[in-house]
């Protein structure tokens, strides 16, 4: 019983302590320009009769998540580049980062002063399939690098590295050989 009432009162000593004494291995120092209030506002901010933007970049977050996770789960080994691509870049993963740009756009805040960092497609990726990028290499090298345009599977690989041109240097020793027989056999 003494004990009890002796860690009651030491309770409130404590947590006072802990809410104003700041870290001795220092202390994150928010953005000079950032507005968490405006994070706040587009989170509880939405089109009439739709869903908040918060309730969208949670059900954004559950759906890539899920889809990241199945990559993992393959019959016949790893996922393939192409559909961790179009896991990562394409569908609602893309709907997810757009929305989360958009918001901290808006509020001129980092990722790092909404603790956010983690919401979004390119950390999950890392955390689940062992490919981790920065976020813009995530969005300059892998989803909008080379062969990234194509519609199809055939395509994208056909471009993968670094456009169409590349894949004529052995074109060009063919024709001028071909030429080169067709004129001598007539």
Same mark, same amino acid.
């Given at each position: ?8 009162s030491l309770?409130?000593? +404590? ?16 953005? !000079? ?6 994070? $706040? ?6 089109? $009439?009769?739709?869903? +908040? ?18 990559l993992t ?6 996922? +393939? /580049? ?14 997810? =980062?757009a929305l ?12 790092? =002063?909404? $603790? ?20 813009? !290499? /995530? ?15 055939? $395509?994208?690989? !056909?471009?993968? =590295? ?5 894949? /004529? ?18």
């Open positions: 019983m003494l004990f009890s009432i002796l860690l009651l309770l409130p000593v +404590t947590q006072s302590q802990t809410s104003t004494t700041p870290s001795s291995g220092g202390e994150y120092v928010m953005s !000079e320009n950032c507005d968490p209030g405006s994070w $706040d506002t587009f989170l509880q901010s939405g089109r $009439d009769g739709q869903p +908040t933007n918060g309730e969208l970049l949670q059900t954004f977050s559950v759906g890539c998540r899920g889809d990241i996770k199945r789960q393959g019959y016949f080994g790893p996922a +393939t /580049h192409y559909e961790r691509f179009i896991t990562g870049c394409k569908g609602i993963c893309q709907q997810w =980062d989360q740009s958009q918001g901290r756009s808006q509020s001129r805040c980092t990722c790092e =002063d909404l $603790d956010t960092c983690d919401q979004n497609a390119f950390f999950w990726m890392c955390k689940t399939l062992y490919e981790c990028r920065t976020a813009d !290499e /995530h969005r300059n090298d892998f989803c909008n690098g080379c062969g990234t345009g194509q519609r199809d599977e055939f $395509d994208f690989y !056909e471009e993968l =590295d670094c456009g169409s041109a590349a894949n /004529h240097r052995l074109y060009i020793p063919v024709m001028i050989g071909l030429i080169l027989l067709t004129t001598l056999l007539f």
